[in-house]
């Protein structure tokens, strides 16, 4: 798995996994806080976390487009500064008022920025590393690896803005409760029904400090607004720290991919070999990779609903209470040790010496005692939050990389006459299976959603009869799969396909896809209250499901285009 590989894939991947790690912190509590700090309602706020993840997934290309000028290194580098500032821009507390609008927006701009002169180019010198033929065979499993390691950032992330939010929510006595913000601003708007009001007195009354559960009503609203909007402003630092880490390991590590830092026009400069396509050959691949990037639309549509429509059911529709083998699931280090393990475990088998093997079998061992003895350990019963659930997803990703791994180099070793090159599946056709994958995703919401009350229905309180947890993380398993099967392999099949002097204008096109996917992200947003929760889901599924059938129809030509 690890064997064989460069050195600088190693640092790269570090280097993007502690700036993934403050991205995702942000985003674990990015719409909680629109909604909860201004009393936007899910269609503003989805419509503003579309808006924003376009701008972050399109700017790419802009990225791209200089850095085939001046260097992808540079680029880099320019995009961590820029992203740094937008976040400490972000930590800013500041009144629910025109100018808080306006500084938040500013701080998103730089961010997006930053992630487009930063997020395409630092792939495109992992894929520069393997064009060396040396290390040409493991470009795929690169990217898994690569993958895997940012997601390992992406794992913690919504851990680290819970515990947050949660440390400062204590410094002024009160406690997370999902029901507050918005009977808070209903009240304040002077729309709350008897029944809401009734439900507000109740969660007033179960904040621990005394002083706070006497205060009369709108006070107590306005101050529990206030506090929990400075919690989240906290949690959005955690993004600086790890943008420092990151420039630290990239300028530390340099000199391990230095030679992978160079576009096309500087190696022309220093007379290095320049693979040269025909006009026809250009023109193929650049159409073969605009259908891929026509198709993934619609998944990063569907798998985006992560921050805003999933959400909106882990906190409206799904138990806020875990209890028997589920606690397990939102225990960062119960988490952390069995993503470990899985890499020990095929280490065990993978070894070559014996005694490497028994190592790592007893690590493999004491890594499954380890998560026992803190199971064992936690309350019977476990309160959780919301962004919680977005941890299952990178989580996942990490536990299931090595298992995909294993199982496309299995295929691959299976040659015959047939299949020269073994059985494992082109990029382009594990992207078809993708989407047919992530089609199923969203069968099992459907399925946790049939009898329970609309959005509008609630008017943003919690269902009467929620569901239990495993149907979250059920979704978000099957979606997981269906992302290792498309992300990282598309990722890699641009930097083997695109034409040698526009390797950063089509890795920038591939996130321009995301981008058009996650500005529709927010259709289920705007349809939130107008339809009924079963609808939503079947709409990505059914979506996700025509995109995977028009990848098999094309599946022939991309893969001419592309040999």
């Not at 190693?10 to 909860?36: D, S």
Request: positive net charge; aromatic residues 12%.
């Amino acid at each position: 798995m690890f064997k064989g590989q460069p050195k600088g894939l190693y640092a790269l991947a570090l280097a993007n996994t502690g700036e993934r790690f403050g991205y995702y912190t942000m985003l674990a509590i990015f719409m909680l806080f629109l909604q909860a700090k201004f009393g936007w309602e899910q269609a503003a706020a989805s419509q503003l976390y579309a808006i924003f993840l376009a701008v972050v997934y399109f700017l790419p290309v802009v990225g791209g487009w200089i850095a085939d000028r001046i260097g992808y290194g540079k680029c880099v580098v320019a995009g961590i500064c820029v992203m740094f500032l937008g976040y400490l821009l972000l930590t800013m507390p500041t009144a629910a008022n025109a100018f808080g609008i306006a500084m938040m927006i500013g701080a998103l701009l730089l961010i997006a920025l930053g992630t487009g002169l930063f997020k395409g180019n630092l792939q495109v010198m992992i894929g520069n590393l393997y064009d060396d033929p040396k290390y040409a065979a493991k470009r795929d499993s690169a990217f898994s690896l690569f993958y895997m390691a940012i997601n390992i950032g992406a794992m913690f992330a919504p851990f680290a803005a819970t515990a947050i939010t949660n440390r400062f929510l204590a410094k002024s006595g009160l406690v997370y409760k999902a029901d507050i913000p918005a009977l808070a601003h209903q009240l304040l708007g002077g729309a709350i029904t008897p029944e809401n009001t009734e439900r507000l007195v109740s969660l007033q009354g179960q904040m621990p400090d005394a002083a706070i559960t006497a205060m009369p009503q709108p006070e107590f609203c306005s101050y529990y607004i206030e506090h929990l909007s400075s919690a989240y402003h906290m949690g959005f630092a955690v993004a600086c720290v790890s943008l420092v880490v990151s420039i630290a390991i990239y300028f530390a590590c340099r000199s391990w991919f230095k030679h992978a830092d160079v576009n096309a026009k500087q190696a022309a400069a220093a007379n290095a070999p320049v693979v040269e396509l025909t006009p026809k050959q250009t023109r193929e691949r650049v159409v073969a990779l605009c259908m891929v990037f026509a198709v993934v639309i619609f998944f990063w549509m569907a798998f985006n609903q992560n921050g805003q429509s999933l959400t909106w059911f882990a906190r409206d529709y799904t138990q806020s209470m875990a209890t028997g083998w589920t606690r397990a699931g939102f225990s960062m280090w119960i988490l952390g040790l069995l993503a470990v393990s899985v890499y020990t475990l095929f280490g065990t088998f993978q070894a070559e010496k014996g005694s490497n093997r028994i190592f790592l079998g007893i690590i493999t061992l004491a890594l499954w005692a380890g998560s026992f003895s803190i199971y064992r350990a936690m309350p019977s019963t476990l309160e959780i939050q919301p962004q919680l659930f977005q941890q299952f997803n990178p989580f996942f990703v990490v536990l299931l990389t090595p298992v995909i791994m294993a199982i496309f180099n299995a295929m691959a070793c299976r040659k015959d006459a047939k299949h020269p090159e073994g059985r494992e599946p082109s990029a382009p056709m594990k992207i078809g299976i993708g989407m047919i994958v992530a089609a199923l995703g969203y069968v099992v919401m459907i399925f946790g959603s049939i009898g329970q009350p609309s959005p509008a229905a609630l008017s943003g309180t919690v269902s009467p009869d929620p569901v239990v947890p495993t149907f979250l993380m059920g979704t978000y398993l099957v979606l997981t799969f269906a992302e290792l099967l498309l992300s990282p392999m598309g990722i890699s099949f641009v930097t083997k396909v695109a034409p040698p002097k526009m390797k950063g204008l089509m890795m920038g096109l591939w996130f321009a896809a995301s981008a058009i996917g996650n500005y529709l992200s927010s259709i289920p947003g705007m349809l939130w209250m107008r339809v009924p929760l079963w609808a939503n889901w079947a709409i990505l599924a059914v979506l996700c499901a025509i995109a995977g059938i028009i990848m098999f129809a094309m599946l022939r030509r991309i893969e001419a285009a592309t040999k």
